[in-house]
């Protein structure tokens, strides 16, 4: 059986799960939006320079890390 379509959140939907407004901490990245409330490196919605509520695809570009990092967390949807 496939797996129900993933939700869809704007940028402004994004924005409000950084850690500050609601208990949620969410990137995107390439469309898709991952929680990663439960990494240590993301308290309080910041990693180093990176504000969560963010699409981080752009930035990825300057990471020590491959994209491989997000593989780590849950798909929560999709950005539109």
């Known amino acids: 059986m496939p797996d129900p379509p993933l939700p869809t959140y704007s ?8 850690g500050q407004d609601r208990p949620e901490i969410w990137v995107a990245y390439r469309e898709y939006i991952y929680d ?10 910041m990693h180093y320079e990176h504000w969560a509520g963010q699409d981080l695809t752009a930035e990825l570009a300057d990471a020590p890390h491959t994209d491989r990092v997000f593989a780590a967390f849950e798909v929560v949807g999709k950005l539109v």
């Not at 940028?11 to 950084?18: F, G, I, T, Y």
């Not at 990663?36 to 919605?45: A, D, E, N, P």
């Open 36 to 45: 990663v409330s439960g990494s240590r490196l993301w308290r309080r919605g």
């Open 11 to 18: 940028r402004s939907q994004l924005a409000l799960r950084n």
